[in-house]
């Protein structure tokens, strides 16, 4: 769909006419005549200068501007606002906001009933027609959910990963380097799985694992190059992380294999490891 009616009716109404208007009359300010000289019209010509140039520069930049995200956006449908916001550079909130100033300004209605609406909740600018989406928006919010699921999925394992590196990077001790390593390895396999399929992101003993048993596993992986435990504290650790090493090798194969109880089996082994040497208290400082 274009919207060229709207855009030539914008262009009217926007600042740099009256830019141009008061550069005019600036500029007819330089023309002396017989009853002014000018000398006389200087002040006038600096007053309609002073106010037309900024009005022109202003409105040049305002529909360049709008120029700009006219062609983020899909007239004929649907746009996720975050896709937008990655094309323009700028923040989502920026491309809502200035999205709905156009929208304000008429720049997206046509006579057949077209205009457009922005849902902030679900991150989407909809063209609508008489009122209703034009398209179908249910494709596109399940989309934006996956990705956004994507993206934690993502963020969630760069964190966890780095953690891990941190802490290989300092370690000493060649058989916890070995065991970090084999833990980031099976951590990654979980994740690349999790990111692959992020509806698998639901799963109750995903979400338990996500929240309750990996801070522990980072916790103890940062005492591991604590001088203040003892070689037997950081044998419990070292062996309590080979232990949940294992297990996510074998809930990386689980989630593959869409088998939920093989999901929980070993999301119980973490938790079993992890609560018999009491790392599961409320009061849990080793």
């Not at 009616?5 to 262009?11: G, H, M, S, V």
């Not at 930049?61 to 649907?78: I, P, Q, R």
């Not at 000493?172 to 509806?199: C, G, H, R, W």
């Not at 801070?215 to 005492?223: A, C, G």
Request: proline content about 2%; overall charge neutral; aromatic content about 8%.
């Amino acid at each position: 769909m274009n919207f060229k009616r709207i855009a030539k009716k914008r262009r009217a109404k926007d600042r740099k006419g009256w830019g141009w208007a008061m550069i005019i009359f600036a500029l007819m300010m330089l023309v002396p005549t017989e009853n002014y000289s000018l000398a006389d019209n200087l002040g006038f010509f600096a007053f309609f200068a002073v106010i037309g140039i900024p009005l022109l520069v202003w409105g040049y930049m305002d529909t360049a501007k709008w120029n700009k995200l006219e062609a983020c956006v899909n007239n004929a449908g649907n746009t996720v606002l975050a896709d937008a916001a990655a094309k323009m550079g700028k923040s989502e909130k920026w491309v809502a906001n200035e999205l709905q100033k156009m929208i304000n300004a008429g720049f997206f209605a046509t006579p057949q009933g077209h205009n457009a609406i922005v849902d902030t909740v679900e991150g989407l600018f909809i063209v609508t027609k008489n009122g209703e989406p034009l398209v179908d928006v249910s494709k596109d919010m399940m989309a934006r959910k996956k990705r956004k699921e994507k993206e934690a999925a993502e963020r969630s394992q760069s964190e966890t990963v780095r953690a891990i590196r941190q802490a290989i990077a300092v370690t000493e001790d060649k058989e916890a380097v070995q065991i970090l390593k084999d833990l980031e390895k099976s951590f990654k396999k979980v994740e690349n799985t999790l990111i692959a399929k992020p509806d698998l992101e639901q799963d109750k003993m995903v979400i338990k694992m996500r929240t309750e048993y990996i801070p522990v596993i980072l916790d103890l992986i940062k005492k591991l190059n604590n001088e203040a435990f003892t070689d037997e504290t950081k044998s419990q650790i070292k062996e309590t992380l080979v232990t949940c090493t294992e297990a996510f090798d074998n809930l990386n194969k689980s989630l593959n294999e869409n088998d939920n109880t093989m999901t929980q089996v070993d999301i119980e082994v973490i938790k079993s490891k992890l609560a018999s040497e009491g790392y599961l208290d409320p009061d849990f400082d080793i």
